[in-house]
């Protein structure tokens, strides 16, 4: 009876022990996946030497959307400089330009718009009808505007990107990434400045209609100047920001972003990090004007 007894007592010991011995030990099991971010692709460097602070999946080719226009912008900028066009110049306004959909100045056909006017309301408030305007104006058509898009974009160093039109409306075979976004944004700031006292600017009237700039940084994040916004549903939604602390001045760029407030979120982590790793402190809590750009020159009036 002795033995019997104890050969149980053995038994509920192992059994107590076994689940134990089989369970797999926590310090064995792999990391869990990192959570996936909720943008495609992202990168932020320092506007000045290009220095790359932080980047992920840079050189995956999205439809840019209406980042289309900063390349657009660069081009009347540069006709502007090299004096092949003025800022009073009269567009006449195409029906083809005026049928834009989207994001629009309302423009009427068959007026005449003055050339400041539309690339205010294209950098301003996104309008696909000013694109447009602009491209047709500047290019003798849309086409040929859309040519000298892409011989810039290559001589820009843009080798991932391809152009189908100014203004960043669905179309076949028009992609970039976000590596050729900063590449281009980089080279229209140096070389055309003054164009952030236009992005920089909170709201456009046009024809007595007052729109919003859709950058909402401009009015959220200490320092910030511009740059562009955009969407359509085959990309998601894309911003190319910039901010400017002291003499530190950083370029972010997000594509693919899942929703409006999940692109600005994400932009402000990344010009947060960029800045904590160039070692610039965080400014105070009130926006302070001192951020703003202090370079001077010629840009488009306003209209009154």
Same mark, same amino acid.
């Given at each position: 009876?002795?033995?019997?007894?104890?050969?149980?007592?053995?038994?509920?010991?192992?059994?107590?022990?076994?689940?134990?011995?089989?369970?797999?030990?926590?310090?064995?099991?792999?990391?869990?996946?990192?959570?996936?971010?909720?943008?495609?692709?992202?990168?932020?460097?320092?506007?000045?030497?290009?220095?790359?602070?932080?980047?992920?999946?840079?050189?995956?080719?999205?439809?840019?959307?209406?980042?289309?226009?900063?390349?657009?912008?660069?081009?009347?900028?540069?006709?502007?400089? !090299?004096?092949?066009?003025?800022?009073?110049?009269?567009?006449?306004?195409?029906?083809?330009?005026?049928?834009?959909?989207?994001?629009?100045?309302?423009?009427? =056909? *068959?007026?005449?718009?003055?050339? *400041?006017?539309?690339?205010?309301?294209?950098?301003?408030?996104?309008?696909?009808?000013?694109?447009?305007?602009?491209?047709?104006?500047?290019?003798?058509?849309?086409?040929?505007?859309?040519?000298?898009?892409?011989?810039?974009?290559?001589?820009?160093?843009?080798?991932?990107?391809?152009?189908?039109?100014?203004?960043?409306?669905?179309?076949?075979? !028009?992609?970039?990434?976000?590596?050729?976004?900063?590449?281009?944004?980089?080279?229209?700031?140096?070389?055309?400045?003054?164009?952030?006292?236009?992005?920089?600017? !909170?709201?456009?009237?046009?024809?007595?209609?007052? !729109?919003?700039?859709?950058?909402?940084?401009?009015?959220?994040?200490?320092?910030?100047?511009?740059?562009?916004?955009?969407?359509?549903?085959?990309?998601?939604?894309?911003?190319?920001?910039?901010?400017?602390? *002291?003499?530190?001045?950083?370029?972010?760029?997000?594509?693919?972003?899942?929703?409006?407030?999940?692109?600005?979120?994400?932009?402000?982590?990344?010009?947060?990090?960029?800045?904590?790793?160039?070692? =610039?402190?965080?400014?105070?809590?009130?926006?302070?004007?001192?951020?703003?750009?202090?370079?001077? *020159?010629?840009?488009?009036?306003?209209?009154?």
């Amino acid at each position: 009876m002795k033995r019997i007894l104890t050969l149980l007592a053995a038994l509920v010991f192992l059994a107590g022990a076994l689940p134990l011995q089989a369970a797999p030990s926590r310090r064995g099991r792999p990391a869990p996946p990192p959570p996936r971010p909720p943008w495609r692709a992202a990168i932020v460097a320092d506007a000045a030497t290009g220095a790359i602070l932080f980047q992920k999946n840079a050189d995956e080719p999205l439809p840019p959307a209406s980042l289309t226009k900063v390349l657009s912008l660069y081009l009347a900028f540069e006709a502007v400089r !090299q004096g092949k066009a003025r800022w009073r110049d009269p567009v006449r306004i195409s029906r083809q330009a005026w049928r834009m959909e989207g994001s629009r100045m309302f423009l009427d =056909v *068959g007026t005449d718009v003055s050339l *400041g006017d539309l690339v205010l309301g294209t950098a301003i408030v996104s309008a696909n009808d000013a694109a447009a305007a602009v491209a047709e104006h500047l290019g003798g058509t849309e086409a040929g505007f859309v040519a000298a898009m892409n011989a810039r974009a290559q001589t820009l160093g843009m080798s991932r990107s391809r152009f189908a039109n100014p203004h960043g409306l669905p179309a076949e075979g !028009q992609f970039t990434t976000a590596r050729d976004m900063l590449r281009l944004t980089r080279a229209y700031l140096s070389r055309f400045p003054a164009a952030l006292t236009v992005h920089a600017r !909170q709201n456009f009237t046009y024809n007595g209609i007052s !729109q919003h700039n859709r950058n909402r940084l401009l009015r959220q994040y200490p320092g910030a100047d511009g740059v562009k916004t955009g969407y359509i549903c085959e990309s998601g939604y894309h911003f190319i920001a910039t901010a400017c602390r *002291g003499n530190t001045r950083l370029v972010a760029v997000v594509l693919g972003a899942t929703t409006p407030v999940v692109r600005v979120r994400e932009t402000i982590r990344l010009l947060d990090e960029g800045f904590a790793r160039m070692g =610039v402190p965080p400014p105070a809590q009130t926006r302070s004007d001192a951020a703003r750009p202090t370079e001077r *020159g010629k840009t488009p009036a306003a209209r009154p």
